[in-house]
């Protein structure tokens, strides 16, 4: 699933392309992808994006925001396997449309901007009065589902406010409505880094451990941007490049081969519902209270 370094990089790619550019026609192959409090007037809103020009591309946790003139706005949420991507019509029949394009933003000059998605668990929230700059108000009066802050914006103070609960950790760092970014992967990478098991209750977390977490969510946030992301199956850049961090991955998907740390094999095991990926001599579990 497309996490925060993915979507920042999918913004990073479009934003010179697209911003200044006038919609010409809006296609939408698969109506159902269509939510927010126009779902059953799509059509209609999406004509009104005609002509309108892309002010802005953004993101906001794992959500990509195209704004226009007018203050209308596309909020996309990728599910599993969303992904954008811009074609080079240049290349001529190997360029086609590809097979799972649910929407097509065509541009006056020629540029198109399709959303492509598989397993078509991606939504597409047409919203009216959005401000680029604050815009979590309008989502959620919307029905989008509430965000705490971003990862990387966070300091200790801010970042030990949610971790007061017996939850188990990991739990917690991908619980967007209380740190908006992380998901499985950089959740999993996170909690080697700083030597910490996932089933901890993050109120157990010292003072010192909390701030070493956050230093390396931050830092395994920042590296994989850097590299494109991280792709296993489906995520590719618009430009249709996969991501290099997963050359970089030090525990995800290692299961049974030595830790770069120690060299015990890699473990996988469930956590908070989620396959999760430890080092057990690095991240010591938490003892079991006695009967």
């Not at 126009?38 to 591309?57: C, D, K, M, N, P």
């Not at 492509?116 to 309008?138: H, I, S, Y």
């Amino acid at each position: 699933m497309p996490e925060l370094p993915e979507v920042e990089n999918m913004a990073l790619g479009l934003r010179p392309v697209l911003v200044g550019k006038r919609v010409a026609s809006v296609w939408v192959g698969t109506p159902r992808v269509i939510r927010g409090p126009y779902r059953r007037h799509w059509r209609a809103f999406l004509a009104e994006l005609t002509g309108r020009r892309i002010q802005s591309v953004s993101r906001r946790a794992k959500r990509l925001i195209l704004a226009t003139e007018g203050s209308l706005a596309l909020v996309f949420q990728l599910g599993m396997t969303g992904k954008f991507l811009l074609p080079n019509r240049e290349e001529g029949p190997a360029a086609a449309t590809p097979k799972h394009t649910r929407l097509i933003l065509s541009f006056r000059d020629g540029t198109e901007l399709l959303f492509v998605d598989p397993r078509r668990f991606g939504r597409v929230w047409c919203l009216r009065d959005l401000d680029p700059k604050a815009p979590d108000a309008t989502m959620e009066a919307a029905g989008l589902t509430p965000l705490g802050p971003e990862a990387l914006d966070l300091n200790p103070k801010t970042f030990a406010a949610p971790l007061q609960t017996n939850r188990p950790i990991k739990s917690l760092l991908l619980d967007q409505g209380r740190i908006a970014g992380l998901g499985n992967i950089y959740a999993d990478e996170s909690l080697w880094a700083a030597c910490i098991h996932p089933a901890r209750a993050g109120s157990s977390l010292t003072i010192a451990e909390a701030a070493t977490l956050l230093r390396e969510i931050q830092k395994v946030l920042r590296r994989a941007i850097r590299a494109g992301g991280t792709t296993f199956s489906d995520f590719r850049s618009v430009y249709g490049d996969m991501g290099r961090f997963r050359d970089r991955l030090k525990v995800y998907g290692r299961q049974g081969e030595p830790c770069r740390r120690c060299g015990t094999p890699i473990q996988y095991l469930r956590a908070s519902g989620r396959g999760t990926h430890i080092c057990p001599r690095c991240q010591v579990a938490p003892r079991r209270r006695q009967a």
